[in-house]
C-alpha cells in the first residue's frame, strides 16, 4: 500500500484559492493512479478528480472542471490540487486516494490507498 499524506487545506472566502498536497511514500516508483475526493458533512465521498497511471491524463467531476486542475510531480512523489474560484459548497474534507484497482475512477471502492484527510472551509 501507498502511505498518502495530505496538506493545504484551510479556511477561504468565498473565489478564493487554495492548493491542496499529497506525499506519497511506500511503495517503488510511480506507476499507479491517483485521486482526489471529498466529503461534506452528512454526505457521502464523492469523486473530484483522477490523474493516471502515466501521468498523461486528468479526469474531473462535473462541477470542478474549469475551477479545479489536477497535476502530479513524479519526482518529488506528491499529487497536487490546486481549485480556484472557490465555492462555499466546495466545504469538505479532502482525501487523496492511490492504486487505482480498475472499474470505475468516480467510485471509492476502486481505490486501495487513502490519506487521512485535509479540511477545507469555503466562506460565503
Known amino acids: 500500500q501507498v502511505l498518502l499524506v495530505e496538506s493545504g487545506g484551510g479556511l477561504v472566502q468565498a473565489g478564493g484559492s487554495l492548493r491542496l498536497s499529497c506525499a506519497a511514500s511506500?511503495?517503488?516508483?510511480?506507476?499507479?493512479?491517483m485521486g482526489w475526493f471529498r466529503q461534506a458533512p452528512g454526505k457521502e465521498r464523492e469523486f473530484v478528480a483522477a490523474?493516471?497511471?502515466?501521468?498523461?491524463?486528468?479526469y474531473y467531476q462535473n462541477s470542478a472542471k474549469g475551477r479545479f486542475t489536477i497535476s502530479r510531480d513524479n519526482a518529488k512523489n506528491t499529487l497536487y490540487l490546486q481549485m480556484n474560484s472557490l465555492k462555499p459548497e466546495d466545504t469538505a474534507i479532502y482525501y487523496c486516494a492511490a492504486e487505482f484497482r480498475g472499474g470505475n475512477f468516480y467510485s471509492q471502492n476502486s481505490w486501495s490507498s487513502w490519506g487521512q484527510g485535509t479540511q477545507v472551509t469555503v466562506s460565503s
Open positions: 511506500g511503495r517503488t516508483g510511480s506507476d499507479y493512479a
Open positions: 490523474r493516471s497511471r502515466n501521468n498523461d491524463l486528468s
